[in-house]
């Protein structure tokens, strides 16, 4: 979806964080787990480990829990083995959703997002038949009052960010994938706190949904695929306009 779409999606499901405090834990545990089994347990020669760490710290996950996931990804700690799949399917309005899954049961997670997905009247569909219409691209999410325009642009161009998109309440920020890590950490070596940050999936072509009907399905569809445990993150091409998306806060 758009920054735009998305910062105001950031800003309703800000509300119910706590509530979600575990599932936000289990979820970074796994990439956690991943980035340590890919790249080794020193961050300081991981950068995904790295900017994971930063990513757990500032959600406040325990350090056991940080060393724990590690572990798990060393073989240090024996553990299930963890999978990361990707589900594209079509959502109400006929919206295009990318669904990342990190998961120790493959055949549950299916089984469970394609229930979620029937449910609201959507359908899974095949592999490839939406990724054309994405871009795998790190989005970094930034309110106004936390950083001057200048002072942002600047440690964008030092990292190499693609574009800084200028909001009325936010800053958007997109930059290639390997520059992903480095962007984050230049962002918290200057103490700046993101709103939302993330390898996403950015749409080429957007879905426009103007029908309040319409786009509280989608939005609640959305609500349910994030609310799986084994779901990581949900992307989608829909455009819903600031002022819908703030009236069903």
């Known amino acids: 979806m758009a920054g735009h779409s998305k910062w105001a999606?950031?800003?309703r499901h800000k509300a119910a964080v706590d509530a979600k405090r575990g599932k936000i834990f289990s979820v970074i545990s796994k990439e956690i787990t991943l980035a340590a089994r890919d790249?080794?347990?020193?961050?300081e020669f991981n950068p995904r480990l790295?900017?994971?760490?930063?990513?757990a710290k500032q959600a406040n996950?325990?350090?056991d829990n940080i060393d724990r996931a590690i572990k798990k990804g060393t073989g240090e700690l024996g553990g299930v083995t963890i999978e990361e799949l990707l589900y594209e399917g079509y959502g109400p309005g006929g919206v295009g959703l990318i669904v990342e899954v990190t998961t120790d049961n493959k055949n549950r997670s299916a089984s469970e997002v394609r229930s979620t997905f029937t449910k609201a009247g959507g359908n899974l569909a095949g592999a490839g038949a939406l990724?054309?219409?994405?871009?795998?691209?790190?989005?970094?999410l930034i309110a106004r009052e936390k950083i001057d325009e200048d002072t942002l642009t600047e440690i964008a161009l030092e990292n190499e960010a693609e574009d800084v998109i200028v909001e009325k309440e936010h800053y958007e920020v997109i930059c290639e994938t390997p520059n992903y890590d480095r962007m984050v950490e230049a962002l918290s070596k200057s103490a700046i706190i993101t709103d939302s940050s993330e390898l996403a999936y950015l749409p080429e072509n957007l879905v426009v949904v103007s029908d309040e009907n319409i786009a509280q399905k989608i939005?609640?569809?959305v609500?349910?695929?994030e609310e799986l445990e084994d779901v990581k993150a949900v992307h989608s091409n829909?455009?819903?306009?600031?002022?819908?998306?703030?009236?069903?806060?």
């Open 61 to 63: 996950m325990p350090a």
């Open 9 to 11: 999606t950031t800003k």
């Open 223 to 225: 609500d349910n695929l």
């Open 39 to 43: 790249g080794g347990k020193d961050p």
């Open 131 to 140: 990724a054309f219409n994405f871009k795998r691209k790190g989005q970094i």
């Open 50 to 55: 790295r900017t994971l760490i930063t990513k």
């Open 238 to 249: 829909y455009d819903i306009d600031e002022a819908l998306l703030d009236s069903f806060s």
């Open 219 to 221: 939005l609640k569809l």
